[in-house]
Nanobody
Framework: QVQLVESGGGLVQAGGSLRLSCVASGRSVIAMAWFRQGSGEEREFVAAISWSGGSTNYANSVRGRFTISRDNAKNTVYLQMNSLKPEDTAVYYC?????????????????WGRGTQVTVSS
């Protein structure tokens, strides 16, 4: 099994920044991703990254504002979020897969964290 623990969420004003972290433990994982779910909304893809970090994938809504990265020595993936908007408010979930394809569909990910709340005030 794989355990994923997110941290770094919080309350920030519009235009501000946050950095989320997700630490993985247990079995080795390769591709990792961030998804989010706003209140009353479906879970949506945010960003994904391959093992080496050489391949990334972003949702159109966050491209140019968010950056996904990873430190394999620390078994950690990060999501740097800049220029935050109120519509970015959501619970952000870390996900991991044993393939090396940074895909945007949640059905491909086998392991999930419990999420961290991000709230952006206007």
């Amino acid at each position: 099994q794989v355990q994923l623990v997110e941290s770094g969420g919080g309350l920030v004003q519009a235009g501000g920044s946050l950095r989320l972290s997700c630490v993985a433990s247990g079995r080795s994982v390769i591709a990792m991703a961030w998804f989010r779910q706003g209140s009353g909304e479906e879970r949506e893809f945010v960003a994904a990254i391959s093992w080496s970090g050489g391949s990334t994938n972003y949702a159109n809504s966050v491209r140019g504002r968010f950056t996904i990265s990873r430190d394999n020595a620390k078994n950690t993936v990060y999501l740097q979020m800049n220029s935050l908007k109120p519509e970015d408010t959501a619970v952000y979930y870390c996900a991991a897969d044993r393939s090396n394809i940074p895909r945007g569909e949640s059905r491909h990910y086998d392991y999930w964290g419990r999420g961290t709340q991000v709230t952006v005030s206007s």
